[in-house]
């Protein structure tokens, strides 16, 4: 069965800190992966989209960008955080017509 | 591109009342549409989709409808229980082999014993 693990499951981090979460997906092979932010009390705001290895899009225009340098990972770094990017992030998969959403980052900037 | 509007944002029904969330998109070429439970600090977790050939979908005490023409979709939870109290998420997609979905701004179910 496939299994969506995401680390850490929460950070708290200074302003003009970098930041690097990480998502893996295991029991299934080339997966679109996503990247959602989730502010508190707030909808989810896709932020990345990955079909392949390498390939990234960007939905929102911000300090943070993506890589997928694996089949299976997906990585969402930032070089130095703002207050705004505070939130609960969430790596998901896709199968078949479902995403389905790893357990979240819980991200406090400071 | 796509827009989903949620309505009402917070619904409060005592156990065993029922309960309709309602959800509008814009595109009227979106064809797949998820609903969504998110429980207090929980990942959101699939419940129920439907796809736009189907008019409605049931599963136990929940069901989706779809109007394709009128391009909303409810979700109804019948008998509520207090453990179905969360936010629910519904989304939207247009599937062209990469799917994007689309959320609403979801709604807050308080389900009082």
């Known amino acids: 069965s496939q299994t969506i693990h995401q680390w850490p499951a929460t950070l708290v981090q200074p302003v003009g800190s970098p930041l690097s979460l990480e998502c893996t997906v295991e029991g299934t092979s080339n997966p679109n992966l996503y990247w959602y932010r989730q502010a508190a009390g707030r909808g989810l705001q896709l932020l990345f989209y990955s079909v392949g290895i390498g390939q990234i899009s960007s939905e929102v225009p911000q300090n943070l960008s993506a890589s997928r340098p694996q089949d299976r990972q997906f990585i969402l770094s930032s070089k130095k955080l703002l207050l705004s990017d505070s939130g609960f992030y969430l790596c998901?998969?896709?199968?078949?017509?479902?995403?389905?959403f790893g357990p979240g980052t819980r991200l406090t900037v400071l | 591109g796509e827009n989903v509007e949620q309505h009402p944002s917070t619904l409060s029904v005592q156990e065993g009342d029922s309960a309709v969330i309602k959800c509008t998109y814009s595109?009227?070429?979106?064809?797949?549409f998820p609903w969504y439970k998110q429980e207090l600090g929980k990942r959101p977790q699939l419940i129920i989709d439907i796809r736009s050939n189907v008019g409605e979908k049931k599963d136990q005490r929940i069901a989706v409808t779809l109007n394709k023409t009128a391009k909303h979709f409810s979700l109804h939870i019948t008998e509520t229980q207090p453990e179905d109290s969360a936010v629910y998420f519904c989304?939207?997609?247009?599937?062209?082999?990469?799917?994007?979905?689309?959320f609403g701004t979801g709604t807050r179910l308080l389900v009082s014993p």
């Open positions: 998901a998969w896709r199968s078949a017509d479902t995403q389905y």
């Open positions: 595109d009227s070429a979106s064809n797949y």
């Open positions: 989304a939207s997609s247009l599937d062209t082999g990469f799917q994007k979905l689309v």
